[in-house]
């Protein structure tokens, strides 16, 4: 399936272009800039889910020194608007505000206050009195479901705290009923987690002039967030520029404006450039992916062919649509297996507990953990190996998932599978398992997908290139790199298209004011979508170089062969892209040499993974420790392998935390949070992590720049169902829901040599 | 907040520098904002996640747990000081090497909190690796590069011990 290539600079483990400025203590994020003359803000946050804020009394945090001004409900923009860093839908119901009276969740914006220094901001902040009248919370989804709930947001959601209701379905369920002879149903839990990025959410924003914005601030999507800035200021986009300094890990959390139109509201009412950085408690409760609670039943014939697949799915919001009906939608569609009767019933819920936003996944995450389980317990039903079940009703290449329209272009789950049997082996040679009175070992697995780009194909991207006379270029691209390496991959691509070293390419990304458009780094997109564009541009700059000679010699015949220019006629000659370069510039019919790629997602290319955990279980302490886990992937081409085992290493270690430990949610009797930092909500410590072993298989994708697919979210799908499938073997015990601590003793995994 | 200003004096990446800070001033905020070395990130400031590990006469600390007025006097090594792009530490090299950075957030910590292990022991077991660095949190590589980083490190900084490669500048 693979298209034999001789890649020079893709498909190569190439590290990071920006690793020395990382590595040196001298790459700037956003809380590292200084502007001269800039205060900071803190904010005023509810501390009740759901309340009326009654009065408002500043006049102790007037006097706290240093102070310079407080922002209040009355003095912003009062229209409601929804920050999640998607283009303009239908789906994206408008629903929140600047500063509000009415707080829905605890650490909804009140007031803002602005000092000479952050701790000055804060001790202020501290200072406001606020008076609310405290109303009782829904936290969860069957609370804010029942009948006698007060609406949440009356003017989206009248009578039910439903948001959307989004069905898809193909077949008959009465038809997959019958013909099932098995029929497997459970009712799935996971809960919210929070993305926990190491960088805390910050923004500096120059408004001084109350004319121009300039936003600097942990952003995944520039773009949107400069539309729906412009929009809530009424200004015009060319008025206001975001732009991305080094941004310390997002997955999915800097999808969406956070508090930068608070702090340019600031910036604007005090004439200085303001600082808003959050604490780690308020990045703890700011977004999470997510809970869920769904029904799901999966039948299958006798023979082992699935029939039905039928599920209601139903996402906690929290009070604010922002990304929730998107992510109920992108579920519906990753459907990996041929199920000819197909019910998807989604619901997108508003509730009081933390705002749900895009997280790493979107949606797959909480669909594939049921789906993957059940799919588990049908195999054993039915008296077929795992793996061997799930490959025999995988979509293949030219078929569609149910209810899509456009076929699987290319698929390795086969060799992804086949390459983790194989690691398997080799573990269980050195290690057989183990199975005695006290410990029993035991192998889960999971298959996953995910889309190369947004799955309702909204993924767009420009790119620029500009030849320099020396033969190097300037890419411009408006992708945010935020840790996962899209600057490196974007100029790989570039590279190798050109035929010039990778050192002679200079990418300039994510700045609204000198970058073209790009619908922003969110559903995997930027490897496939700003990928191609780049492709694009590089392909259209070549062409505009041929154009070019050919104009310089009218009389001659003018070809390019690898990169290199021959030119027959009244002279021949052979141009390398450097001479070419040369005499295009500074010849009398020089030119200058842009060229210009536009990607509009025409195909969301599915890449595949297949993670095989090894756990073990220990009888008398009825405790779980992991012991491996493999994840092979087909992401078509890699093109930086380096990164591409990054991206899966890393989406293993989230894997974990989510499985074992990790929820960030309100808790219904304190209603505080259960963690305020992180001490308390755990992630996954280096002597946490069991063995991992990552591969990918040899594929290619027709549509892909130079074959590739997506690999940021995939990688993280499959770990928590692999984990809970082998807990399940290994304890006896039937899961549904996570955190796994909920239920067992979490011991720390110990690699073995060291056991 | 308090006004009472103290006068410090670090011994700072090798240059003895003085610094007027306030009683309850963190060494976090004070490498940030008086020294102008922004490379020890603040990622809790309540001495959770190791990003603003930088080690103090010889030990890793989170700086943001160490009052300035208690670093009165002491050696102060932060990420700036520790190489150069011509000749990067060890670790620095074995990091981008090995594409233990991702959004390097976590990069600069998870160095120094190294640098301070080699320093002290230079032939450490995985386990004393995994140990020593479990302090410093990193969302994004799940820790296998970083780990295998400190090994590449390692062996280097145990070649230097033995004059293998001669002096490093
Ligand atoms: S900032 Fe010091 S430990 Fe997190
Ligand atoms: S590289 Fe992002 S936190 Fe470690």
């Known amino acids: 399936m693979s298209e034999e290539k001789n890649y020079q600079i893709v498909n190569k483990e190439v590290p990071r272009l920006e690793s020395w400025k990382k590595a040196s203590g001298q790459a700037v994020y956003t809380d590292d800039i200084r502007l001269p003359n800039m205060a900071y803000a803190a904010l005023v946050r509810s501390p009740y889910s759901r309340a009326k804020v009654l009065s408002i009394d500043v006049s102790e945090a007037e006097k706290v020194p240093g102070y310079l001004g407080c922002l209040l409900p009355e003095e912003v923009p009062q229209e409601f608007f929804n920050c999640s860093g998607n283009p303009p839908s239908p789906l994206l119901m408008k629903d929140e505000q600047v500063l509000t009276m009415e707080p829905k969740v605890l650490g909804d914006r009140i007031a803002c206050v602005a000092a000479e220094t952050e701790q000055a901001a804060r001790e202020a902040a501290d200072l406001v009195k606020v008076e609310y009248e405290e109303l009782m919370p829904y936290l969860s989804i069957s609370q804010a479901m029942n009948e006698k709930a007060e609406p949440l947001q009356p003017h989206i959601a009248q009578n039910d705290n439903i948001i959307e209701h989004r069905k898809v379905s193909q077949g008959d369920r009465a038809v997959g009923e019958a013909e099932s002879d098995i029929i497997l149903e459970d009712h799935f839990v996971t809960q919210p987690m929070q993305h926990a990025t190491i960088e805390l959410t910050s923004c500096v924003c120059d408004f001084s002039d109350g004319k121009h914005l300039t936003v600097y601030s942990t952003s995944q999507t520039v773009f949107q967030e400069r539309r729906i800035m412009a929009e809530i200021l009424g200004m015009k986009e060319t008025d206001v520029r975001f732009s991305k300094p080094m941004v310390g890990g997002g997955f999915g959390a800097r999808q969406q404006l956070h508090a930068q139109h608070v702090a340019a509201l600031m910036s604007k009412k005090i004439g200085r450039p303001v600082n808003l950085s959050y604490t780690r408690e308020e990045d703890l409760y700011s977004v999470v992916r997510h809970g869920s609670d769904v029904d799901l039943r999966i039948g299958a014939s006798k023979d082992g062919k699935l029939k039905l697949f039928d599920t209601t799915f139903r996402l906690n919001a929290g009070p604010y649509t922002t990304h929730t009906p998107t992510v109920v939608a992108a579920a519906s569609r990753k459907l990996q297996y041929n199920v000819p009767n197909y019910f998807f019933d989604g619901l997108s819920v508003y509730t009081d507990d933390i705002t749900g936003g895009a997280f790493r996944g979107y949606g797959n995450t909480q669909l594939t953990f049921g789906r993957e389980i059940l799919m588990d317990r049908l195999a054993q039903a039915l008296n077929m190996d795992p793996v061997e079940f799930r490959l025999m009703n995988h979509v293949q290449v030219g078929e569609c998932f149910p209810c899509a329209s456009i076929p699987v272009s290319s698929n390795g789950i086969e060799e992804c599978a086949r390459r983790c049997q194989a690691i398997q082996a080799e573990i269980d040679a050195k290690s057989p398992l183990v199975d005695n009175e006290d410990v029993r070992q035991a192998w889960g697995i999971a298959f996953s997908c995910h889309g190369s780009g947004p799955s309702n194909k909204d993924g767009l991207s420009g790119a620029v290139v500009m030849l320099n006379d020396d033969a190097t270029v300037q890419l411009l691209v408006g992708s945010a790199d935020i840790g996962q390496g899209s600057e490196t991959m974007e100029s790989q691509i570039a590279a190798e298209c050109l035929g010039i070293p990778l050192s002679s390419v200079k990418i300039t990304a994510a700045d609204t004011l000198t970058t073209p458009y790009n619908t922003g780094t969110f559903g995997s997109s930027q490897t496939f979508i700003c990928g191609n564009s780049v492709e694009l541009a590089c392909k259209d700059l070549k062409r505009k170089v041929l154009d070019q000679l050919k104009n310089i010699y009218p009389d001659s015949e003018v070809v390019e062969k690898e990169h290199s220019y021959q030119i027959h006629g009244s002279e021949d000659l052979e141009l390398s892209f450097e001479e070419a370069t040369r005499k295009i510039m500074f010849d009398l019919k020089g030119g200058v040499m842009i060229g210009a790629g536009t990607y509009k997602a025409a195909a969301c290319p599915n890449p595949f993974a297949v993670c095989f955990v090894k756990a073990e279980y220990h009888k008398k302490l009825n405790a779980i420790r992991l012991l491996d886990i493999i994840e092979v992937a087909d992401v078509g081409t890699p093109i930086n392998r380096m990164t591409v085992a990054g991206q899966l290493e890393g989406g293993i270690a989230q894997g974990v935390g989510y499985a074992l430990y990790e929820r960030m949610e309100i808790n219904p009797r304190s209603r505080r949070t259960q963690a305020s930092d992180l001490l308390h909500y755990r992630i996954p410590q280096m002597d946490d992590m069991p063995q991992t072993y990552v591969d990918m298989v040899d594929s290619y994708d027709p549509y892909g720049p130079h074959g590739a697919k997506s690999v940021g979210e995939l990688a993280t799908v499959p770990v928590a169902p692999a984990i809970v499938n082998a807990v399940r073997h290994a304890s006896g015990q039937e899961l549904n829901s996570l955190p796994l601590c909920d239920k067992f003793i979490i011991l720390p995994s110990r690699r073995k040599e060291e056991a | ?169």
């Open chain 2, 1 to 169: 907040m308090t006004d009472k200003q103290y006068q410090i004096t670090l011994k700072l990446n090798g240059q003895t520098r003085s610094f007027e800070v306030e009683e309850g001033e963190t060494l976090l905020h004070v490498l940030r904002e008086r020294a102008g070395l922004t490379g020890a990130k603040k990622g809790c400031d309540l001495g959770e996640c190791g990003a603003c590990t930088v080690i103090l006469d010889g030990r890793a600390v989170n700086s943001c747990c160490v009052f300035a007025v208690s670093a009165d006097g002491k050696q102060v090594e932060t990420i700036e000081g520790i190489g150069s792009e011509e000749h990067p530490h060890p670790l620095q090299q074995a990091f981008m090497d090995a594409g233990a950075i991702q959004c390097g957030f976590c990069t600069p910590g998870m160095i120094m909190a190294a640098k301070a292990l080699l320093d002290r022991n230079p032939h450490p077991t995985r386990e004393e690796v995994r140990q020593a660095m479990s302090g410093n949190l990193c969302r994004c590589t799940g820790y296998e590069k970083i780990e295998q980083a400190i090994a590449m490190a390692a062996e280097v900084v145990a070649s230097y011990a033995e004059g293998k490669e001669g002096d490093r500048a």
